[in-house]
């Protein structure tokens, strides 16, 4: 009757036991297949994300190449003769008269000022002094600015 017995709950266990561990097998599994879910939904967000933010880049290019289009386009429009040969004679010297005006104006300022500041110097200390006040002012900023500006866009355009 032990006999029985221990056959029929060894019997029922060992039924029960494949069946049991098939679920949990299979519970593991879903767990995996979650996380690799999660995973690759993390990951496809990401690229998604960087897709995205190149594409707002190459938006941003593809304006500003446009905006550069519309200006050279206003540009060559501006430099077009119109065949009017007074009215093309005044827009050739207008740039030109334009800065003639603005370096004399320039000049004569300058010439002020520097005349101040050296008209005040009575000794070589004083002559150093001067020096530094009129290259470390607006004048000699100004100057300064000019040239620079100058050379760098020579040295670029070659």
Do not use: C
């Amino acid at each position: 009757m032990i006999t029985a017995l221990i056959s029929t709950v060894t019997g029922l266990i060992s039924g029960t036991v494949p069946n049991l561990l098939k679920e949990w097998g299979a519970g593991r599994e879903h767990d995996r297949e979650m996380q690799m879910l999660e995973k690759q939904t993390e990951l496809q967000l990401r690229i998604a994300e960087k897709e995205g933010e190149t594409r707002v880049a190459e938006m941003d290019r593809e304006v500003d190449i446009a905006a550069y289009d519309a200006q050279s386009k206003i540009a060559k429009a501006s430099l077009k003769s119109i065949g009017i040969n007074w009215v093309d004679a005044w827009n050739a010297a207008m740039r030109p008269f334009a800065v003639t005006i603005i370096i004399t104006l320039f000049a004569v300022m300058a010439s002020f000022y520097t005349y101040a500041v050296l008209s005040s110097v009575e000794s070589l200390d004083d002559t150093r002094q001067a020096v530094d006040l009129l290259w470390g002012s607006l004048i000699g900023e100004a100057i300064q600015a000019v040239l620079g500006f100058l050379f760098g866009y020579r040295s670029a355009r070659k």
